[in-house]
């Protein structure tokens, strides 16, 4: 039974490593997290077995947040001064998206208020789908446009900002690396704080916690350098295969509607975050791969390590996208308290 349950995790880390590798070769900007988006998606439609374990899932967002929590200098803390304007658009942003996209399903593709809401919703991915379990919304439909945004954002933001040139080129490379001795200090003081906070409910909570003890950890001067690289670009591929997964067990017949639905949502929020991360850019002086990423409603965990990989600034990146989680996970339900009231 165990090796059974092993040979879904198998096959996505052979898909994943196997499009990492072509992506790579091919020059493609982010290739660690698009290569595997994209071959386990196939993978998935044509009706292989994949999935990441719950484990193997939450080691990946410790990982991440560590990583993310060690790009927080003093240089940074100082230039975070002029990020509270930043913080308050990306919450307007987020009520702009979740608005236009609602509007959008409901006349153009017909969907019922209380399913346009919950497809609607720009992130969030696994909360949305629990809301969505406990009302009488078409969770199938819901599933996969909030799925397909989340792949098209992981596939194509990192080529907008690459061809933008609104980052750096070239190949990944680390200033310095952590000693194995204070890495694995930290990732079990995170895993403790995770757990914690995951016992709170905290959204995000493993990776919440890793960037949280990385950030006090460099800042302290306990701690210097990045996390090896050897690390990173595994974690990279199964968080994009773990992307690919979400289309296990989808049909076609189902996919049809609901993807041009996902896709259309997705250009259109697309754009609008776009151009407000560009003004955004222009007001504050936040460089504009940055924002862009910030800004993208897409999944936290994916935008963190596209941030990383992009030389994006992972600490504007990362507390963009975790204050507007914490925002959505009080807003949405609200509004569906409204919806049952009328």
């Known amino acids: 039974m165990y090796f059974n349950a092993l040979i879904p995790f198998g096959q996505t880390l052979a898909l994943g490593s196997l499009g990492a590798a072509v992506m790579s070769l091919l020059s493609v900007p982010a290739p660690f997290l698009i290569g595997p988006a994209l071959f386990v998606t196939f993978g998935s439609l044509a009706g292989l077995s994949v999935a990441v374990p719950h484990p193997v899932r939450n080691l990946c967002f410790l990982v991440v947040g560590l990583s993310m929590g060690s790009s927080v200098t003093p240089e940074v803390v100082q230039a975070a001064r002029a990020w509270p304007v930043s913080f ?100 079990l ?32 001067g306990f ?14 591929v199964v968080l994009g295969g773990m992307i690919g997964t979400r289309f296990s067990g989808v049909r076609l017949k189902d996919l049809r509607n609901a993807f041009a639905a996902g896709i259309s949502v997705t250009i259109l929020v697309g754009f609008i975050s776009a151009v407000i991360a560009g003004g955004i850019s222009r007001l504050l002086g936040v460089p504009l791969g940055a924002a862009l990423i910030a800004f993208a409603p897409g999944g936290l965990e994916t935008m963190a390590a596209m941030a990383v990989i992009m030389h994006a600034d992972p600490a ?5 996208h975790i204050l507007r989680l914490l925002f959505l996970s009080v807003l949405m339900p609200f509004i569906l308290s409204k919806f049952r009231s009328l």
């Open 189 to 220: 003081l995170a895993a403790a704080l995770g757990m914690l906070l995951l016992r709170l409910k905290v959204p995000a909570a493993l990776l919440v916690g890793g960037m949280g003890v990385s950030i006090l950890a460099h800042l302290g």
């Open 316 to 320: 504007y990146v990362g507390t963009h």
């Open 223 to 236: 701690v210097h350098g990045s996390i090896p690289l050897w690390l990173q670009v595994p974690v990279y």
């Open 88 to 187: 308050v658009m990306v919450l307007v942003t987020s009520i702009i998206l979740l608005w236009s996209a609602w509007l959008m399903l409901q006349r153009l593709f017909r969907y019922d208020r209380l399913t346009a809401l919950l497809a609607a919703c720009p992130g969030h991915l696994s909360y949305v789908l629990s809301l969505a379990a406990e009302t009488r919304g078409d969770l199938a439909s819901i599933s996969i446009i909030q799925s397909v945004r989340v792949l098209a954002l992981t596939l194509f933001v990192p080529v907008i900002v690459e061809f933008s040139g609104a980052t750096g080129t070239g190949t990944v490379t680390l200033p310095e690396a952590t000693g194995l001795v204070p890495l694995a200090a930290m990732g």
